[in-house]
């Protein structure tokens, strides 16, 4: 039987029933429950996939449009910028871009307590690389 086996797999016979060794260092035999497939979850209709469509272009445009926002006014308040470190010259641009952002989507229609890490870290990279980028072509 140790023969059939393939390394690190089970066979048909020990999916059913695991042997676990209970506290007095005896075998019990223990059976595995099969595992019942997920619910699925409902299907969107077509008005839900339009606004959650509509709602990914707006959570696009808008931190571009501050990215070169921000380009913009860093290239012409160039003056004030060079004197400030340049560390500190981003944490601020990261702070006013996440705060100008989180009181200005439910203007756009958008819930941000539905927000996730991930979409707060999506938001602000698109933000901060229009940033550099367009204050990078504006100084050549």
């Keep these: 039987m140790a023969k059939n086996r393939k390394k690190?797999?089970?066979?048909?016979?020990?999916?059913?029933?695991?042997?676990k060794i209970d506290s007095k260092g005896n075998d019990a035999p223990q059976t595995t429950a099969?595992?019942?497939?997920?619910?699925?979850?409902?299907?969107?209709t077509a008005a839900e996939r339009r606004k959650s469509k509509i709602d990914a272009i707006k959570k696009t445009v808008y931190p571009a449009v501050l990215g070169v926002a921000g380009g913009f006014v860093c290239f012409y308040g160039a003056d004030v910028i060079n004197q400030l470190p340049w560390h500190f010259v981003t944490i601020m641009f990261i702070g006013l871009t996440l705060f100008i952002q989180k009181a200005t989507y439910p203007f756009l229609d958008i819930d941000v307590n539905e927000f996730r890490g991930?979409?707060?870290?999506?938001?602000?990279?698109?933000?901060?690389?229009?940033?550099?980028?367009?204050?990078?072509?504006?100084?050549?």
């Design 34 to 44: 099969a595992k019942s497939p997920a619910p699925k979850a409902k299907p969107k």
């Design 118 to 140: 991930k979409d707060w870290f999506y938001v602000e990279f698109m933000a901060i690389d229009l940033w550099l980028v367009s204050w990078t072509f504006l100084l050549n």
């Design 8 to 19: 690190g797999g089970k066979s048909a016979e020990d999916s059913k029933t695991d042997t």
